[in-house]
Structures are given as C-alpha cells and as structure tokens.
C-alpha cells in the first residue's frame, strides 16, 4: 500500500515531546530574577509554541528590552536545567521509527532554538530518526512556521509531486501549513485546543498517538 505523505514536519513541543514541565519553570525562573509576577498556570501554558520574545511581549506587558532580558534568563536556566525535563509521548519513538523504515521522510519545524531541539531529540534517543532537526536561529530569526516549513521541506530534498504534512499542536502550526499550502494534522494531546487550531481552518485531528499513526502509515 502506498504510504500517504512522502515528507512529513513535525512541531516539537506538545507533538513529539513533552516539555511543559521544563519551559513552565524556567519562565518562572526568568520573571522571578527579573522581579516579575508570575502569570496563572492556564496564561504559563499559551508560552509553549510561540516565540519566546512574543509570549514575553504579549503575555507580561514587556518591551523589546525587557523581552530579550527574559529569553536570556529563561535560556540561562532552560540550557542547564529545564530541557532535561522533557518525556517523548509514549509511541512516538515506534511510529518515528516506522515512518523511516517506510521511506518516509522526516523533520522538525520548530521554533524552538535548532540547537536545543536537536539536544533534545538526541537525549530522548530519537535523533537518527530526523533527516533534518529545523528550528529557529540563536537571535530568534528564522522563528515563523511560514520560515520553517520551507526550510524543512528544503532539508529534505522536496521535490515538485511529494506529499508534505505538518504536524502540529497549535495554530501558529497550522498557520505556517496554510500559507505554504500544505495539509495539516493537529494533535490534541500537545498544548493548543482543538477550537483554535479549528478557527485557522484545521479539519484533521489525533486524540493520540496512535491515532496520529493511522494518518502517516498505510
């Protein structure tokens, strides 16, 4: 049976890995330093997937000054401390392996710094699985899905004909696949609700990652 994507995207936070826990304490840790009130945990959430720069800006009324100061704190502790809180769901690690062996594939699309999504995918043993680990650049350039998705397909040696998928927790990832007219898959296990990936146009949706392994293998 043929496979159903040639080249499938994938976002990092809240689609391959669980790493809330991590990034929740290292904002605290930034606004703490910085002697700023800690948002409520529902407003801590909407940080994972976004720019760090913008979450800061919308989310604690900071200035561009203040905002680089907070991405600089949060990097000081997350580098050292907080990517080591971070779980693959269960099933990620087979179905990645599956989509390899299928001939599919493989990268990320994440605006999370490249370097530190390739730390972690190393450390959660599924690195060889990626033909290519894109995130953004250490200045926060290189942040938007409309960015990455392009240089992801790129990565992967995309060809006019191949069947290109994002998959992704939020709707900024479902953004970044429609302005590069692509299909998406949103995952509902991540960070994001169904009702906002909805309002940007999604239809398809994974309550699992089983269910997820139903869309990207025949």
């Not at 080249?7 to 605290?28: A, P």
């Not at 990320?108 to 450390?123: C, D, F, M, N, Y």
């Amino acid at each position: 049976m043929k496979k159903p994507y040639d080249i499938v995207l994938f976002d990092l936070d809240g689609t391959l890995c669980e790493t809330g826990e991590g990034i929740r304490n290292s904002i605290r840790h930034a606004l703490g330093e910085m002697n700023r009130p800690v948002p409520p945990e529902e407003v801590l959430r909407r940080f994972i997937g976004p720019p760090l720069w913008d979450s800061f800006r919308d989310f604690c009324g900071m200035n561009q000054e203040e905002s680089d100061e907070g991405v600089r704190r949060f990097r000081a502790y997350y580098n050292t401390i907080g990517w080591l809180q971070t779980r693959l769901f269960d099933g990620m690690a087979d179905l990645l392996a599956d989509l390899q062996k299928s001939g599919v594939r493989v990268a990320t699309a994440t605006s999370k710094p490249e370097a530190a999504a390739q730390r972690i995918l190393e450390h959660v043993g599924v690195a060889p699985y990626f033909q290519a680990v894109v995130g953004s650049l250490p200045d926060g350039a290189r942040s938007l899905k409309k960015e990455l998705i392009p240089y992801a397909m790129e990565r992967c040696s995309a060809k006019p004909g191949d069947r290109v998928v994002m998959v992704g927790d939020t709707h900024f990832d479902v953004q970044g696949a429609n302005e590069m007219g692509i299909p998406f898959i949103g995952v509902l296990y991540g960070y994001g609700t169904r009702e906002e990936m909805e309002a940007q146009g999604a239809q398809v949706f994974a309550q699992s990652v089983e269910q997820l392994r139903g869309y990207l293998l025949p």
